[in-house]
């Protein structure tokens, strides 16, 4: 067994496994409870992984933004080292679909495009989201973006032509454009005018490289698509082929969205010679139409649009796409096949319970051996593992390895078993038993709070929760490895392997700081003790 000291001073961690410096000015560690309740995670990302901008400026929008605090109850908003910033409604919010709790988080940084997350909270539950972060000269290659100011009066209306052009980093790049003429309504969410200075953002997507997918909301997948004005649903649709993408984003100084434009924007992309009709085969031509969809972020809602067309441009001989955007969303041109929503499903039956660890499954496609995807899954005893995505009538069947996400091969390493042919769209769980799969070994962590002789632990005084997480060493890829409680100090995880040494660091403030960490150490054995001295705990 291996015990651990951990000498606590009100700012320091002295000689223990955590070593620690207070950024909380004015609050002792561990003392000061961070709200639970409605937290809201925004985790900012660049994905041209530029260094992370150290001079983020953050401010609150909306109708509830006078009670939108941190989650340790101040108005001291901030994004961490990480890029997380974490928000929350007042203690004494009450959260209901009846009174629906409304704001908008903001990100302002010198260089890059402003960030806008518009939340609605109606319940408790913590709210994640993953917002990119763009680079104005340094965006990735698949994202180019473009960015504007204009003026309307009070009642929304444009005062002059507001027109944004993407510009890339090479002379040849392609452009896209978006024109909302003088006089165009500008209205949000709830049909209110957005007037005075305004701001319209572009982000074109050219399908130039193999990475444009990713760069489109759902990476190539349109879920549960609503069809034209009169028009059936479509259901959920995977692209087979993209031309191109383009997203507006329009706000005025007071941060209020726009959401509606009348008459509605004329937008235009450059899109690839080479890029072919996935339905027929054939390069695409001029005079060539295009499906059109949709993407609120707001709703999360896919819609089908009217079909813009391709057009040759006479200054520049390029070939161009044309539509019009009569809603501030991300438009998607591109060919689409219709795909299930769920199947086939498998049914694992295992040795493991409670295990917190995931294991690599390959879907295979039945008919010609080939690899349709790899993924880590959830793989403890009754564990059901839904395929979604996939075209009616695929044959395909699922492969499970003693390979986890967490360290690497197991004692096996290699194939486990493999199921029987399962049906795309089919909800009938086929059994996929892991007989052989042996359980692996866990270490259990057990917090344990000393007091100087004469005093008793005041248990009420405890972190309501110490949140831990693990790297490998001097990597900096942090991952949640056991959350404890005030009453819940003994736990254990399946993440972790004796005989490894690992980054380790902690929270109490529900994640918005790690003041507690330790590096380079060895886990010896399987059981873990952390003996904590602090008198701030004790009564």
């Known amino acids: 067994m291996t015990h651990r000291m951990l000498s606590f001073a009100v700012l320091v961690l002295a000689g223990g496994l955590f070593t620690c410096q207070n950024p909380i000015d004015g609050v002792k560690i561990g003392l000061k409870d961070p709200i639970e309740q409605g937290v809201v995670e925004i985790r900012l990302y660049d994905p041209a992984n530029n260094p992370r901008p150290t001079d983020n400026r953050v401010k609150v929008a909306g109708p509830d933004a006078n009670r939108v605090v941190t989650t340790l109850n101040t108005t001291k908003y901030k994004v961490n080292p990480e890029g997380v910033l974490l928000l929350a409604p007042a203690p004494e919010t009450v959260l209901s679909t009846q009174q629906p709790f409304r704001f908008t988080a903001v990100v302002e940084t010198n260089g890059y495009l402003t960030v806008l997350q518009p939340m609605v909270l109606t319940n408790p539950s913590r709210v994640g989201r993953s917002v990119r972060q763009i680079s104005q000269s340094k965006p990735p290659r698949s994202l180019l973006p473009a960015r504007s100011s204009g003026r309307a009066d009070a009642s929304g209306s444009l005062s002059g032509e507001l027109t944004a052009t993407t510009n890339g980093p090479t002379a040849d790049a392609w452009r896209a454009s978006v024109v909302l003429l003088t006089g165009t309504k500008l209205t949000d969410r709830d049909g209110q005018a957005v007037g005075g200075p305004n701001t319209l953002q572009v982000l074109y997507v050219p399908n130039r490289y193999d990475d444009a997918l990713g760069n489109v909301p759902g990476g190539g997948i349109l879920s549960n698509v609503a069809g034209l004005p009169g028009k059936p649903a479509l259901g959920s649709m995977r692209?087979?082929?993209?031309?191109?993408?383009?997203?507006?984003?329009?706000?005025?100084?007071?941060?209020?969205?726009?959401?509606?434009?009348?008459?509605?924007a004329r937008w235009t992309m450059e899109i690839n010679p080479a890029t072919t009709n996935a339905v027929t085969g054939r390069v695409v031509q001029p005079g060539d139409s295009i499906p059109l969809y949709s993407y609120d972020t707001f709703l999360n809602r896919w819609q089908a649009e009217t079909p813009g067309v391709v057009v040759r441009n006479a200054q520049t001989g390029k070939l161009e796409y044309g539509a019009t955007a009569s809603r501030v969303a991300t438009y998607v041109a591109a060919w689409t096949e219709s795909v299930c929503d769920v199947g086939p499903v498998f049914s694992v039956t295992s040795k493991l319970a409670n295990v917190d660890i995931n294991y690599r499954c390959e879907l295979i496609d039945a008919d010609n051996g080939q690899r349709v995807?790899?993924?880590?899954?959830?793989?403890?005893?009754?564990?059901?593992?839904?395929?979604?995505?996939?075209?009616s009538g695929r044959r395909l069947k699922l492969r499970i390895y003693d390979e986890t996400d967490a360290w690497g091969k197991g004692t096996n390493g290699g194939l486990i078993a493999e199921s029987a042919v399962g049906q795309a769209c089919e909800p009938k769980p086929i059994p996929v038993s892991l007989a052989e799969l042996p359980v692996p070994p866990v270490i259990k962590l057990v917090l344990d709070f000393r007091c100087p002789s004469g005093k008793t632990l005041d248990e009420a005084s405890l972190p309501a929760q110490i949140i831990t997480q693990y790297s490998e060493v001097g990597k900096e890829s942090w991952r949640s490895l056991i959350t404890a409680t005030r009453t819940v100090r003994n736990v254990a995880s399946f993440k972790l392997q004796t005989g490894r040494r690992y980054d380790f660091r902690a929270s109490t403030d529900g994640g918005a700081t790690w003041p507690l960490r330790e590096n380079n150490y060895l886990v010896e054995q399987s059981q873990w003790t952390l003996k904590i001295n602090l008198d701030s705990y004790c009564k």
Do not use: D, H, M
């Not at 995807?373 to 075209?391: C, D, H, K, M, P």
């Open 239 to 264: 692209v087979l082929s993209l031309a191109g993408s383009v997203a507006l984003e329009l706000f005025n100084e007071s941060y209020q969205l726009a959401t509606q434009l009348a008459p509605a």
């Open 373 to 391: 995807t790899t993924f880590y899954a959830n793989v403890n005893n009754g564990a059901l593992i839904r395929i979604s995505n996939q075209r």
